[in-house]
């Protein structure tokens, strides 16, 4: 709140400055139309068109240079690696294109100012140049959308050939809940009108369903490292989305429908937990938690890095607080877990 209102008083008194020099302006007599350009605005004008090219290149590598740490260390999924690939290519391009650009529109504004009996030479249409500045963007586009298509669609080959775990989202209004298949790894059939709190039933998992009764309704997601999960989304209420920006995972979730979304782990919590950029990260976040308990603030507790399920759309007042602890394991520790879980049947049964 403070930052924003220095911002605030900061414009305010730039408006105040800007409406004071437009009065000395007014206030001052001149015998020409100060609102006419001569060669003294147009080569101040060129000036200030360098000194903008500059800020802009300028405040770019100080952004990179600042603020590159905040960013997702490696993919933790096999098709991440691709993802962050294509990601990479893209901003290589723009950033080439824009810097190109850019130079030549301020440096042609400077060099072709406008100057007192001057003509300015130019052609009405060109089809040459057209053709050229017209279809190198559409070969270079064309190939971007292409290849973002083919990544696409490897990324979303839901399949069950690799034997994948099967695994359920359920989103609702501000938590989630994730559901596993059980011994069979087939989820038994649910509907949101067979929701029953009173008697644990909050999936609205159809009792009669056999395969739902080996069901394993959990608060924390566990996941086999090297294995596939295939993830079936719901949503109780409104439109979710379950983001998991670690593995490079993102799918909404929409009441009314499944949606699915898969992928591989490869990096194990614990293996995360000493990447670099994971540990550089957690110290910078522990130095700020520590300043805040000197000075007797909230939410100042170490914090150590956990993978996290997000809700990628604004979907109520507590959106912020929507969010899941997943832990990547081997799979011997995963199978540990999975048998300390209670399935839907022995849930229901302790409820009668």
Known sequence: MTTFLIIFVLVLVAIAIWQMTKILE???????????????????NGYLLFAFLIFIYGITIFSFYKYSKVLLPEAASEHGGEYDYLMLVSFIIIFFVQTITQALLHYFGYKYKGEKGKKALFFADNDRLEFIWT??????????????????????DINDEDDPLIVELYAQQFNWTA??????????????RMIDIDRANVLGLDEADP???????VKELHLPVGRKVNFKMRSQDVLHSAYMPHFRAQMNCVPGMTTEFSFTPTITTAEMRLNPDVVDKVKRTNKIRAERAANGKDNTDPWEFDYILLCNKICGKSHYNMQM??????????????????????TMASME
């Open 179 to 192: 559901r596993y298949g059980g011994a069979d790894n087939v989820l038994g059939g649910s509907n949101v």
């Open 26 to 44: 007014l206030s001052k007599l001149k015998t020409e139309d100060s609102q006419v350009a001569n060669d003294k605005d147009n080569r101040y």
């Open 211 to 217: 395969n739902a009764s080996d069901d394993i309704i």
């Open 135 to 156: 279809i190198i963007p559409v070969i270079v586009l064309a190939g971007l959308i292409l290849w973002g298509l083919y990544t696409w669609t490897s990324i979303m």
């Open 325 to 346: 602890k997943i832990i990547v394991e081997s799979q011997e520790e995963y199978e540990a877990w999975i048998k300390g879980q209670q399935t839907f049947s022995q």
